[in-house]
């Protein structure tokens, strides 16, 4: 099978490469990039202007059956990372990764098993209190990239809100900005001390970013993330009780999240994480505080990030190169890889559709 796109625009950060072009899709496969390509045979994509982009990269969600993974592909995503508490899926539509559990069991005791397949190893959602175990995860790695959730629970206690005037006012528990960057103090310093490669998840505070880019300037193989939501609401969403608001990590500042936005763009925020997690209608009908957390967030990650005002291929680094090059994928839209592209409509702001070996699926959920 054949498939060329035509008239497009071409944002690879990798190759530094921004400019209209034209790419020949060959069995599912990168087969020729370039201003005449020899289309015969071909089925043609007119693109008129649209951006071509390497696929997103979702460094972790919860997935729980096919629905979650029609959602990344609407968002632009074209790999996903299963975070531990997801279900197992299949699906020849994406790239699915696994996080492997850091611990037995997520428990934090004791480390768990490191599959050679994993693509990272992983607490999800659960922090990592003792500091022995990270000690040693850090040093027994072999190379792997271990991503922790941030969190002092003894800190956090009861809290489903950023602590500040709005949870005061709402009368409802809080969390300090110590529950998440004490414990990324904590851990830069163990770090520091054993060497290894560390990913912070779904940072929320100015001050845990302040913390990474003094750690990135002392030389420590130390990245992070963010995700749509914390990127694009605040404290202030929770009035009204309003459910929305009820995610994890929980929302923060109005001066958090331009924090957040500042760091991404200056490179002390590495990408783009979605934390993608559907929560059932029934675990929503009960008061703010008892409600589950959660979010669908991969038809987010695009309008969050075109937001922040980034150059294009900033833009495109921080949701697919980024996350690709944390993982040791390769990525790029170069002959000899398998096409994993996303297709951006810029007037739009949106994402228009994904190209999949060699599959083309539609914005609208048409695949051919």
């Known amino acids: 099978m054949r498939l060329l796109l035509r008239g497009a625009r071409l944002l690879d950060p990798a190759a530094k490469r921004d400019g209209v072009a034209e790419v020949l899709i060959?069995?599912?496969?990168?087969?020729?990039?370039?201003?005449?390509?020899?289309?015969?045979?071909?089925?043609?994509?007119?693109?008129?202007?649209?951006?071509?982009?390497?696929?997103?990269?979702?460094?972790?969600?919860?997935?729980?059956?096919?629905?979650?993974?029609?959602?990344?592909?609407?968002g632009g995503f074209t790999t996903v990372v299963a975070a531990p508490e997801s279900n197992k899926l299949r699906d020849d539509r994406l790239q699915l990764l696994t996080a492997a559990p850091l611990t037995r069991k997520l428990e934090g005791e004791e480390l768990g098993e490191t599959p050679e397949d994993a693509a990272c190893l992983s607490q999800g959602f659960r922090p990592l209190v003792k500091s022995g175990v990270l000690?040693?995860?850090?040093?027994?790695?072999?190379?792997?990239?271990?991503?922790?959730?941030?969190?002092?629970?003894?800190?956090?206690?009861?809290?489903?809100?950023?602590?500040?005037?709005?949870?005061?006012?709402?009368?409802?528990?809080?969390?300090?900005?110590?529950?998440?960057?004490?414990?990324?103090?904590?851990?830069?310093?163990?770090?520091?001390?054993?060497?290894?490669?560390?990913?912070?998840?779904?940072?929320?505070?100015?001050?845990?970013?302040?913390?990474?880019?003094?750690?990135?300037?002392?030389?420590?193989?130390?990245?992070?993330?963010?995700?749509?939501?914390?990127?694009?609401?605040?404290?202030?969403?929770?009035?009204?009780?309003?459910?929305?608001?009820?995610?994890?990590?929980?929302?923060?500042?109005?001066?958090?999240?331009?924090?957040?936005?500042l760091a991404l763009a200056d490179g002390t925020l590495d990408a783009v994480a979605c934390d993608h997690v559907r929560v059932d209608v029934l675990d929503r009908e009960h008061p703010f505080e008892a409600c589950a957390p959660g979010c669908e967030a991969f038809e987010q990650a695009l309008p969050a990030v075109w937001g922040l005002g980034l150059t294009p291929l900033r833009l495109v680094e921080v949701l697919s190169t980024a996350p690709a090059r944390l993982l040791g994928l390769e990525t790029g839209i170069l002959p000899g890889l398998r096409a994993a592209l996303t297709i951006i409509d810029p007037q739009a702001r949106a994402v228009a559709g994904v190209i999949s070996g060699a599959r083309y699926l539609s914005s609208t959920g048409v695949t051919t």
Do not use: M
């Open 135 to 261: 000690r040693r995860a850090l040093q027994y790695s072999r190379g792997k990239l271990l991503v922790l959730h941030a969190e002092d629970p003894s800190l956090t206690g009861a809290g489903v809100l950023g602590e500040g005037l709005t949870a005061t006012r709402l009368g409802l528990p809080s969390v300090p900005v110590a529950a998440e960057a004490a414990v990324v103090a904590r851990d830069l310093l163990i770090l520091e001390e054993t060497g290894g490669r560390l990913h912070f998840a779904h940072l929320t505070t100015a001050r845990s970013v302040e913390l990474i880019r003094a750690a990135k300037q002392r030389g420590l193989q130390v990245s992070a993330d963010c995700t749509p939501h914390h990127l694009t609401r605040d404290d202030r969403s929770a009035e009204g009780y309003a459910l929305e608001a009820r995610v994890w990590p929980p929302l923060r500042s109005e001066a958090d999240v331009k924090a957040l936005g």
């Open 26 to 74: 060959v069995d599912g496969e990168i087969a020729s990039v370039g201003s005449k390509v020899d289309a015969t045979g071909a089925r043609v994509i007119e693109l008129d202007g649209q951006w071509v982009t390497p696929g997103f990269v979702d460094l972790h969600s919860v997935l729980r059956d096919t629905s979650d993974l029609d959602a990344a592909l609407k």
